[in-house]
């Protein structure tokens, strides 16, 4: 082996153990954390959260945790089976052998290395919803709705994803060296066009969504929005009860297709007050600029990702050094895009930390735009019934939360809230 596909071998190994060491440390420090913390809920809760909430909180977060560990140890195994070990390589000759080179080969390769990982992973995703979920009464699917999901999903994977990869694979073919200027290109159109369509045709596939019909609750919805300068094309409720019991409200499309959508477990959860804060801190994500900033960095980040396929997809240590032989005589497109993909998570994940902490900053201005436009107080009780109903923990290991969490803990949100409230 030349020495630069060597450097990285090792490179790409050291990264993977680094990961892997460090997801180990900081899931024992949560779980420790956690279990020590079991017996008492925290002073600044024991009014509102009943010792038995506190517990199964607990409970459900170790679990998750310990999980958690077990599909990391599943991910890296795959990675690893998939480059130094030659599963790639396999796969991609294999493909050769039947096709030839060329689009459909490559088509294959992606669609072939898509579909095995999915089967892979279906196990541990059936053991998280119908054992960890269902144990803690959050899951709400039967096995046919879960399997309609899954063949649901894969189809609109194929419809959706064929087509833009083979554009993409017959730009890195045909438009010279600057061909990553242009895939880029295609991919943001891609992404600008799938948030005006996922709200509208994608999401409508897997729940119903219904004009809220509430007189009252639309009237103060819609008052705030007026008070917020905040237009939207419609407030909906969709049945997320019918797969799990966690609850949410969110925003989707952008411009002036901007619908609102309450989970219609968070209508049943919480009372007008509290939708109106809850609704308000989401409104602060859009008037402080939130969404626009995260896609002008996922734009920024994505062009850099590009350029940077751009020169390693011509580079003969790229392939070599993570497994797989280059095709002299037919294009490796797919096998770059897909080495690519698999290699650069294992960088990206030493930049969480500082995703989150901006993920963070942003929640704290959320809120307190939400206690500038309606009661603190209201959110604070909201969040509260929001972190019961999910069993989300209320003592989480702080390395823990500072590397992860895009929420801050609870504790440091409702102290500054109800800070707020109190008249000093
Ligand atoms: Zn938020």
Redesign the pocket.
């Known amino acids: 082996m030349e020495s630069p596909a060597l450097m990285l071998s090792l490179m790409f190994c050291a990264l993977l153990v680094a990961g892997l060491i460090t997801r180990t440390v900081l899931a024992s420090r949560q779980i420790r954390h956690v279990a020590r913390h079991r017996a008492t809920v925290p002073a600044a809760f024991a009014q509102t959260i009943t010792p038995e909430a506190h517990q199964k909180a607990a409970d459900y977060t170790i679990t998750k945790a310990r999980f958690g560990l077990l599909d990391t140890a599943l991910e890296a195994a795959m990675l690893l089976g998939w480059t130094l070990l030659g599963g790639l390589d396999w796969l991609n000759q294999t493909l050769l052998a039947a096709l030839g080179g060329g689009m459909v080969q490559q088509l294959s390769l992606l669609a072939a290395f898509s579909l095995i990982g999915g089967l892979v992973g279906l196990p541990l995703a059936w053991w998280s919803t119908f054992r960890i979920e269902e144990r803690f009464g959050f899951n709400k699917m039967t096995l046919s709705l879960w399997l309609g999901d899954l063949f649901k999903g894969a189809l609109v994977g194929a419809l959706v994803g064929l087509p833009i990869a083979a554009l993409v694979l017959w730009l890195m073919g045909a438009a010279g060296a600057s061909w990553w200027v242009w895939a880029w290109g295609v991919w943001m159109a891609f992404n600008l066009l799938a948030l005006v369509l996922y709200p509208t045709v994608i999401a409508p596939l897997f729940n119903k969504f219904e004009p809220l019909q509430d007189e009252t609750l639309k009237t103060r919805v819609n008052a705030l929005m007026q008070r917020c300068g905040f237009a939207a094309k419609g407030l909906f409720v969709m049945d997320g009860s019918k797969r799990s019991a966690h609850a949410n409200a969110y925003f989707t499309g952008f411009g002036a297709a901007k619908r609102v959508v309450f989970f219609d477990t968070l209508l049943q959860q919480l009372n007008p007050a509290e939708i109106d804060a809850v609704l308000a801190?989401?409104l602060?994500?859009y008037k402080r600029r939130h969404i626009l900033k995260r896609i002008v960095l996922m734009f920024a980040l994505s062009l850099l990702g590009f350029a940077l396929l751009g020169w390693v997809s011509g580079q003969n240590w790229f392939y070599t050094g993570l497994g797989v032989m280059p095709s002299l005589d037919a294009p490796n497109n797919a096998l770059a895009l897909l080495l690519f993909m698999m290699v650069v998570p294992l960088f990206t994940y030493f930049l969480s930390p500082l995703m989150a902490r901006m993920s963070r900053s942003?929640?704290f201005e959320?809120?307190a735009y939400a206690m500038a436009q309606t009661n603190g107080q209201d959110l604070a009780s909201a969040l509260l019934k929001l972190y019961k109903d999910n069993a989300s923990t209320l003592t989480p290991d702080p390395v823990f939360a500072r590397f992860y969490y895009s929420?801050p803990p609870a504790s440091e949100r409702i102290a500054r809230l109800r800070a707020a409230g109190t008249p000093a």
């Open positions: 801190h989401e602060g994500h942003h929640e959320a809120d929420h």
